[in-house]
């Protein structure tokens, strides 16, 4: 299918799908045309990036995933601990988040104690740790 049909199938626009290419994880047999002749495995490829970028992975995680399969050494107890993995990196940067949301509210509440109209020189925030 040329790149035209496969951005229809997929989602993903041409550019993306070129850019996939690009830094290879999209990789097609050789060719024999001019044109790109894409192969039905390429839509399930495209399926899989767009799964595991809508749980967080990063491209570099998608592509350690990709070749894991493609080597046939991705089993279940592989993709449990690359999702593990991904799980605890998750629960840190939720506790760097709230750490940094209950600092901004510290930082609200002397604030809003300042007078309306204050003009302020930065930084204002005392940015306590």
Do not use: C
């Amino acid at each position: 299918m040329l790149i035209g049909q496969l951005s229809k199938r997929t989602g993903f626009s041409k550019d993306t799908i070129r850019f996939y290419e690009k830094i290879e994880l999209v990789v097609l047999p050789k060719r024999k045309s001019k044109y790109k002749d894409y192969p039905e495995e390429v839509v399930h490829v495209l399926n899989a990036i767009r799964k595991y970028k809508e749980l967080g992975f990063t491209l570099e995680e998608i592509r350690e995933l990709l070749v894991l399969q493609s080597i046939q050494v991705l089993d279940i107890s592989k993709l449990i601990q690359v999702v593990e993995r991904k799980i605890t990196g998750i629960d840190a940067t939720i506790e760097k988040l709230h750490a940094m949301k209950l600092q901004l509210n510290r930082e609200q509440q002397l604030l809003l104690g300042k007078k309306t109209g204050h003009v302020i020189s930065l930084p204002e925030m005392r940015w306590a740790a």
